[in-house]
């Protein structure tokens, strides 16, 4: 496409001939193939611009900054927002493909991940196709992607949604995390369904306060305003949620879907709730017909994923008899109470749960399956919201009979301080049900050593990952494998 063509709905400067054919777009200058365009992103660490001749010297025949970039030797496409620019000119790049399908996004601070893998898992029995972007991967047409942030910048996803229609992928179901958001990660794209599951304290370090995180995680809704698309747009929201209610509120001009397990005005409603040792079971009420239900998903919080999977479904408009008794067989996340058995007689239960919010879920899952002893592992990220730690300490020390304290990520922190301020919350509350150990695979160790028959060992935090970062350095460390290579 030229040049001329790509810039043409975005204010800029251009320093040389917008008549020049691009084949290709990047922000990272090692993935440059000849007549690209580099944009260069302004990080945490370091600038783009940096990397502009390096760009240059691989084929890059034209460089989108914030700034002119003396002595270049392209074309300099000069705005005032790279990340804006990036969006519109990849949207136009690969043809506006989120105008072509119905795209998902799921908000909120748990459950995101459960739901696009049920979700999947639903469309997948309906025999209907459904790309999925996420946490643990990026999956489309039997390709998996790794997933290095939750949600990957807008060329990436222009980039997939094209490739997905390619294969006459026409439903898309995103994880949209709030620094997505903010950072203008999903800028311009068109969403038809956006789901809300809930809002607790997380990524303080970087919102600041509750108010900025909930402004910031409703920005996906009220983009749905602005979509262009002709079709209706749905809203699909948590109203037992304090600020799912909050939204619910709001004068958007949408098609509203509430569920809830305590309102009974709720269009979508679980009630006489039964949870299990392996299943949880419940009357769904709804505007769209009534059924009794047992799904495969263990805990309270799995009730509400399954009621917003039920409300993604019918907003994207499956018949009720369809949905409903496969809402049954959707299969869980991997790493999201994921139980392993011993021949000792005990279970261990791996999970993803790393907010205090998360961890009381879970625990309070595991108080209502037959158990002697909850023995619970866990630590907190570095370079991390710190004011969960303590939090987390109180949860698990309340919830437990014993407690091991260890690492997690400790990224650039200093381990044995992130470990402090946990341990902080214990004391806070006279707890003393507890041990630490900073080595997280010393940690497993002795909890699995201390469990006897019918104890519960939940090892929480890490889930699916399979590495730990001890400074800037990712080292493998799956804690499924540990506790397989232990029991």
Known sequence: MFLKDLISEIENQIIGNSEIDILGLSYDSRKISDSYMFFALKGVHTNGIKFAEEAVLKGALCVVSEEKIDGLSCVNIIVSDVIDAMAKISAKFYDYPDKKMTVIGVTGTNGKTSITYMTESLFKSLGVEIGVIGTINHRYADKKIDASNTTPHSLDLYKMMSEMLAHNIKYLIMEVSSHSLVLGRVKGIEFDIAVWTNLTPDHLDFHKNMDTYFEAKSLL???????????????????????????????????????????????????????????????????????????????????????????????????????????????????????????????????????????????????????????????????????????????????????????????????????????????????????????????????????????????????????????????????????????
């Open 221 to 487: 809704f009220s983009s749905l305003q602005n979509n262009t698309k002709q079709n209706r747009k749905y809203e699909i929201i948590n109203i037992d949620d304090v600020y799912g209610k909050k939204l619910f509120e709001k004068n958007l001009k949408v098609q509203k879907i509430s569920y809830s397990v305590k309102d009974k005005t709720a269009q979508i409603n679980a009630s006489d709730i039964q949870l299990n040792n392996d299943s949880s079971s419940f009357q769904l009420t709804s505007v769209f017909g009534d059924k009794n239900i047992t799904i495969q998903h263990i805990g309270l919080h799995n009730v509400y994923n399954i009621l917003a999977v039920f409300a993604i479904c019918m907003a994207s408009g499956f018949k009720f008899h369809d949905i409903i008794n496969r809402l049954e067989n959707t299969l869980p996340a991997p790493g999201r109470f994921e139980k392993i058995i011993s021949k000792n007689g005990f279970t261990v239960i791996v999970d993803y749960a790393h907010t205090n919010d998360a961890l009381q879920n879970v625990l309070s899952a595991i108080k209502n399956l037959n158990h002697n002893k909850i023995i619970t592992i866990f630590g907190c990220g570095g370079n991390r919201d710190k004011t969960k730690r303590p939090l987390m300490a109180q949860t698990a020390c309340s919830l437990s009979d014993f407690v091991f304290i260890t690492s997690d990520n400790p990224r650039e922190e200093d381990p044995v301080l992130i470990v402090e301020e946990v341990e902080s919350g214990a004391k806070k509350i006279n707890k003393t049900n507890y041990k630490v150990i900073i080595d997280r695979r010393e940690a497993i160790r002795e909890a699995i050593k201390s469990a006897g028959k019918n104890d519960i060992v939940l090892l929480a935090g890490k889930g699916h990952e399979t590495y730990q970062i001890i400074g800037t350095t990712k080292f493998h460390f799956d804690d499924k494998e540990e506790v397989l290579k232990l029991i």
